[in-house]
């Protein structure tokens, strides 16, 4: 079974800051990674994912994350946040060998950005 | 792009009595529905699998008879909490998969907070 530990269950930061959400991972097979993020009053969407190739991913608003295999680690970073970044991050693993859906979440990071 | 919609995003009920959550895909075809549970401060649970046109399958632990799943239609999918206690009181999400094996494909609704007095 497969289990994900986001160590951070919240993160304030001022506007303009760098922000490190941390998630690590168990499992006992290869897995794929993936961050959600979840607006309020909204449903989750996909932030970004590690399928395979490049250890280092990123998404069109800035973020990126890191696959670290040996750490068993998928780290979400930005440079400098936004006020509407603020928003809760989840953290997710998926046996490569089972149905997409069967994902196995993080207990979720609340960033909040101030001005 | 795809969009699930998930209905009600608040109930509050009384001891004893069902409730209904409805998890709709908008503007695809969904063969596969997935609800999670979330309480708070803690991650969100597979609790199980709908496929259209046959049986849920369930995650260890999970009663099938507690939680009824019913999945009638490509675009619908229904998850009926049975004789609801306080103990049930937690944040439904559901998600479905439009297909395919890339992460882009899965989609989630905005969740059902469901308070049991």
């Known amino acids: 079974a497969q289990s994900v530990t986001q160590l951070d269950s919240q993160v304030p930061v001022f506007e303009e800051a760098p922000v490190e959400l941390r998630c690590n991972y168990s499992?006992?097979?290869?897995?794929?990674l993936f961050w959600y993020v979840q607006y309020p009053n909204q449903g989750l969407q996909l932030l970004l994912k590690?399928?395979?190739?490049?250890?280092l991913v990123k998404s069109i608003n800035g973020f990126e994350a890191e696959f670290n295999k040996s750490q068993t680690s998928f780290h979400l970073r930005k440079p400098s946040v936004h006020i509407s970044d603020t928003a809760e991050y989840f953290c997710?693993?998926?046996?490569?060998?089972?149905?997409?859906?069967?994902?196995?979440f993080g207990r979720g990071t609340q960033l909040t950005v101030w001005p | 792009g795809a969009v699930v919609s998930q209905h009600p995003s608040r109930v509050i009920c009384k001891s004893g009595t069902s409730v209904k959550i409805e998890c709709r895909s908008l503007?695809?075809?969904?063969?596969?529905m997935f609800w999670y549970r979330q309480f708070p401060k803690q991650s969100l649970m597979l609790m199980a699998t709908?496929?259209?046109?046959?049986?849920?399958?369930?995650e260890q632990g999970v009663e099938k008879d507690k939680f009824l799943i019913n999945h009638a239609s490509l675009t619908l999918s229904t998850l009926t909490v049975t004789s609801a206690h306080p103990e049930d009181s937690s944040f439904y999400i559901c998600?479905?998969?439009?297909?395919?094996?890339?992460?882009?494909?899965?989609?989630f609704g905005s969740g059902t907070q469901l308070s049991v007095l």
């Open positions: 499992s006992s097979v290869s897995v794929y």
């Open positions: 997710a693993v998926s046996d490569r060998g089972s149905t997409l859906g069967r994902l196995y």
């Open positions: 709908s496929n259209e046109g046959s049986k849920a399958t369930y």
């Open positions: 503007d695809f075809q969904a063969t596969t």
């Open positions: 998600s479905a998969n439009l297909g395919g094996v890339k992460a882009e494909k899965l989609f």
């Open positions: 590690y399928l395979s190739g490049s250890t």
